[in-house]
């Protein structure tokens, strides 16, 4: 469509202070607070611009849908609620509840029998 010199391109850009920089990745991954966007296979330009970098990437993309972990604030509220319930120790209630992979119920269940 266009028929443009490259050399001619990367001379303009040098005159308004761009840099263009090819980065050779394997996969990139974008992590969101639920989600995570990889792209494998991907074509990576690294640009620099009035002194801001940014990056321009294209490839395969698959999301996957991530699920935060428990807080330490929130594993201790459980264990006490385990605590309250069964009256058992908290290092019962930690050790069976970690076998138990956070379960709360099965853990009470559990330590009330």
């Known amino acids: 469509m266009f ?3 490259p050399k001619k391109i990367q001379a303009v850009m040098k005159q308004l202070g761009m840099k263009q920089e090819d980065i050779d990745a394997e996969r990139v991954i974008i992590e969101g ?3 995570r966007s990889i ?3 991907p074509s990576v330009v690294k640009i620099e611009m009035q002194g801001q ?3 321009q990437i294209s490839g395969d993309v698959k999301e996957e849908t991530v699920e935060e972990p428990e807080s330490q604030e929130d594993i ?4 006490q609620l385990i605590i309250e319930k069964t009256n058992c120790t908290e290092q ?3 050790e069976v509840l970690e076998r138990n992979n956070g379960d709360i119920a099965a853990t009470i269940l559990e330590l009330s029998k």
């Open 3 to 5: 028929n443009i010199n």
């Open 92 to 94: 019962e209630a930690k």
């Open 53 to 55: 970098e940014t990056f």
């Open 33 to 35: 607070t639920n989600k």
């Open 76 to 79: 201790e509220k459980d264990i």
């Open 39 to 41: 792209i494998e296979n």
